[in-house]
Each structure stands twice: as structure tokens, then as C-alpha cells.
DNA sequence: TTTTTCACCGACCGATCGGTCAAGCCCGCT
DNA sequence: AGCGGGCTTGACCGATCGGTCGGTGAAAAA
């Protein structure tokens, strides 16, 4: 059920949660996943974990604590999970790990995941949002940088880098819009399709220029010219 | 300003709307985009427009109607709107124009259209839950079938037809969280992008197989086959 | 045994929420 | 001038919001 602070306790600042603390952050999670913050009440915390309010104010100065918590405490290592996860190798190899990492992060902390990722950005608190975009950034230079290896390489087309990186995140990031975790595929499994059909791309090899050349805008079939 | 109801006249139902209706749902659409459903109230939409909080009962008869004009009543057309500016030809460039035109809805209704994908999706009106959920199948049904085509036509690989349909919208969906209308690229350009990406695929066609073949876990490389 | 600590609770607070209502304002019509 | 009817308003409602406060009971510390 709980699903927060499993890094490995080393690089985790706060060692050990009481159960409750544990409990509350999980079901608040799930809370603001589901109904948003604004839409989530301390009496919803509240009763879903069978408290009273003022337990939760024991426990949290306010509820922005709480969300803090959820949200930048357990996405607080998203770079280091991932990191961790992508092994020296090709740089599109990297990449497909770095996706099937984010895939598993995102399986593993979801409700905390969907919370951060779906909160309105306009957080009053300056510095703690200055924080969140610092990670973020952080996170996804690490991919832009993989993506500018692999083009070193050779082992992708010399494309728009940032924008690369967008399309590869956002396959990523709208995952949770539709998945459902009853179905049989996991999200690791749906990383590395995604993977396949960007990487590779959707079109079929055996089939040459479309018979009709219609509409030539830009780049359709030279694939390795700048 | 306003940037509703813009269909051709004829398909639209609701003819012509008062200026001050307009308004509002212009208004009620960028603070539902910006702050959420629950994170704006009726004062903040009355104070916006510049009119007293009773003025917003007097044209709709709750929050509930706003929110639904907004979303609802602007996404009404998406899937006509998409299909009619998808023409004929090769099935690839079909998929290509659906991208685009459905950029361009993006960019015309771009605070209506964010008010309603961010929107939580436990709608209290059973009704219109369910029509809203029929017209987003109904889009994305209508890409299925193109990308169906497509693999028929034999323009693009025997991929699995739904996962490769929710790659091509995650790209799109995911747009409105980091696209910065100042910035010189436009929605349309942007998707034409991420087509040539997703079709052509991000690999160096001129890379053959990666010089150590690690991690050989499912499709590299064999992009013809099933 | 006495004292301190701490998880926990019910009652309550001012503010704000969505929503109502009776009454004014304004303007064209007769 | 008189009048009817939309547009518009401020005052107000009960409910709920985030948050506070004084206190309870049991375990740990003394």
C-alpha cells in the first residue's frame, strides 16, 4: 500500500516514517490523483484514513505540506532512479532504458506520479517551485543529453533536439491518462513499444515512396540528411 | 478575445450568443485552464469579466453548465472538424494531416481544450460523462481507422493499432504543457514534427545494427515483420 | 509513583464556497 | 409619459473550506 521513500535509505533524508504518516501521504496521493488538490479536502484525507482532521494537523503544518510531501518528496529522485537504471552501452540503448526506467517509476509511485504531474503549476510557494522545475529540468537534460550521444553517434538522425526529447516524454507522460493497471501489459512493456515505434518509426521499409507524392512539405523519406 | 463556437454556422447549434455569454465562456475557459474546476469559483469568473457573481446565474444555471459549455460544448466538433481537413490520398499522409489539423484545434481552442483534458474525469452528470467519453472515442476511433489503412496499404508497419494510436496523441495531448504560444513554432508545425519523427523513426537509416548487440530483448532492428 | 510526552479527538472559528432573491436600471415600444 | 421586460446588482443563505484549541488517555521517562 504505501509506496513512498523506498530509495535505498542512503540517499533518502528522512530515514524512517511512522506508519501513519506513511499512511496518510499514501491515501492523500491517491486523493489529489483522483480529484485534484483543490478538489480534495482535509476531511477527505481525513476520513480515508479514518482519522480525525486534527490528527492530520498533528502529523502536517497545513495542507501543502502534505502535498509537498506527495509530490516533490517522492518525486524527489526521479532523476536518480532513472539514472541509475541506464546502463553504459549504445546511446539509443540508454534511451530505451531511460524510458522503461521512467515507465517503472511511474508504476511503482503512480498515484504520487499523477498528483505532481497533473497539479496547476502556479504554486504559491516560490521556492518549492522553483525546486520542482529544477528537477524537472534536471531530468530531462539527462535525456537531451543521451539524445545529443546518440546523434554523435550516428545512431539517430540529426534532429531538433529538445523536440525530440518532448516527443519521447510525452509518450511518457500522458501514459497515465489511459492506463489501467488491471490490464495485462505493464508499463515498462508499453515504454519499450514506444520505444520500437519512435526509435525505428511506423513506417515500413519494404515500402518505398507512397505512389502518389502529394503535399511536399517538409522532411518525409530522407532520413539521414540534416 | 472569444474563441467559440466558430464552426461553420451550419453545423453549430447554437447560432449566435450574446457578446456577455461569450465572454464569460471565454473568461470561465482560461481560469478553468489555469486553476482547475475546483480552484476557480464563480466570483473569480464574475470578477474577471468585470460583472457581479448573480450576473453569471442570470445566463447559465450553475458552475456545472459553464464547465460543460466549455468543454462539451467546444469540443463538440473536434472530430468534424479533424475529418474534414483530412483528405484524400496515401494513408500515411492522412495520419499526417489528422496531426496537424488536430494541432490546429489545439491552437484555436487552445484554453477550452486545456479546461477539458485536465479536467478530472469522475463527472458527476452520468450523462454527459458518457456523451463525452463517446465523442473522444468516436476521435480516436477515426485515427484507428487511418492508421488501419495505413498498415493495409502496407505504408506502415503490422504494429498493434491502438498502442500506436496512443502514441501519436500522447504527442499531441501532452503539447498544452509545454507549448508557449510566443515561441516562433506554431501547434501545426510542431505536429508535422513529431509525424516525421513517429513515421520515419528517430534511427540513422545510414546506422545499421548498433556495434554490440546488447540487451536483445524484443524487435531492433526487423521493422517489416509482425 | 509522579511527571512528561505524544498520538489523537470533538468542538469550534472566520472565510469562502455555490447559489438565491427581490429589487433596481435601462431602453425601446406604445 | 407610461410601461414592460431583459440585464444587472448587492445582500444574503446554508454548507463547507482550511485551520485552531483545549483536552484525553496511555505509554514512556523520571
Not at 530509495?7 to 486523493?31: P, Y
Not at 485534484?36 to 476520513?47: C, E, L, N, P, Q
Not at 502535498?67 to 553504459?88: H, I, K, M, Q
Not at 506520479?113 to 525546486?131: G, L, V, Y
Request: contains cysteine.
Amino acid at each position: 500500500m504505501v509506496e513512498l521513500s523506498t530509495t535505498k535509505d542512503g540517499t533518502a533524508n528522512q530515514a524512517e516514517q511512522s506508519d501513519r504518516v506513511l499512511q496518510i501521504l499514501a491515501e492523500a496521493a491517491r486523493l489529489f490523483a483522483t480529484k485534484g488538490y483543490d478538489g480534495t479536502s482535509m476531511r477527505d484525507i481525513a476520513v480515508a484514513c479514518g482519522i480525525s482532521k486534527s490528527l492530520l494537523y498533528h502529523h502536517f503544518s497545513n495542507k501543502d505540506e502534505i502535498y509537498a510531501r506527495v509530490a516533490v518528496g517522492s518525486t524527489l529522485e526521479l532523476y536518480l532512479f532513472v539514472r541509475d537504471r541506464v546502463p553504459d552501452g549504445p546511446p539509443s540503448q540508454k534511451i530505451r532504458a531511460f524510458m522503461i526506467a521512467t515507465a517503472e517509476y511511474f508504476r511503482r509511485y503512480r498515484w504520487a506520479w499523477i498528483a505532481s504531474t497533473t497539479a496547476f503549476w502556479n504554486d504559491p510557494d516560490r521556492h518549492r517551485q522553483k525546486e520542482r522545475l529544477t528537477r524537472r529540468d534536471r531530468f530531462e537534460n539527462f535525456l537531451r543529453g543521451l539524445i545529443q550521444e546518440a546523434i554523435d553517434a550516428g545512431e539517430i538522425r540529426k534532429l531538433d533536439v529538445p523536440m525530440t526529447g518532448r516527443l519521447i516524454l510525452s509518450s511518457l507522460n500522458w501514459m497515465h491518462r489511459w492506463y489501467n493497471p488491471n490490464k495485462t501489459a505493464t508499463p515498462e512493456q508499453i515504454a519499450d513499444i514506444f520505444f520500437d515505434m519512435v526509435f525505428n518509426g511506423l513506417c515500413n521499409p519494404d515500402f518505398g515512396v507512397p505512389p502518389t507524392g502529394e503535399q511536399p512539405k517538409p522532411a518525409r523519406r530522407k532520413r539521414a540528411g540534416k
